[in-house]
C-alpha cells in the first residue's frame, strides 16, 4: 500500500516553525532537536489542525526535516550569479536567465518550484539554523 504524504496547512506550518524558534535552546549544535521537543510542537500545533491526520512528533521531525532541505535549496539559488531572489516571486526567472535556469534545474531539480514562486517560510527558517563561525588567525 502507498504511503500517502502527510498534508500540512500554512497555519500549522507556521505555528510549527514559530514553537521551534521560542524553543531554540533545545536545539543540538547542529540546529537538530530531540523527540522531546518534536511531541511538544505536535501537541502545540493541534490547535491549528484543519485537514487530514493530527500531526505526531515523528510527522514534526519529517516535517523540519523536509524544510531543512528546502533551505538548503533556497539557500544554494540565492548564491547564483544574476539571479534575484524574491520571497513572493523565488528565483525571479525573466526570459533573459531562462537559459541559466534550465541548466540549473537540469542538474538540480529540486529547484524547479522556485522558478517563480517564493517560500513563505524562508526568513523565520533562517533563524533556525546554527551560526557556522569561521575563526580566522590575526597576525
Known sequence: MPITPTVWVSSEESAFIQYLLDHIAEAGDNGSFKKQTFEAAATHIAQFHQCDAVKTAKMC??????????????????????????????????????????????????????HNQGWPHLHHFELLMPFLVTWVKLD
Open 61 to 114: 521531525q519529517n516535517k523540519y526535516g523536509t524544510m531543512h532541505k528546502l533551505y538548503r535549496v533556497v539557500s544554494a539559488i540565492r548564491e547564483v550569479s544574476g539571479w534575484t531572489w524574491s520571497d513572493n516571486t523565488g528565483a525571479s526567472i525573466t526570459e533573459e536567465t531562462a537559459s541559466t535556469w534550465d541548466d540549473y534545474v537540469a542538474h538540480h531539480p529540486e529547484a524547479k518550484p522556485f
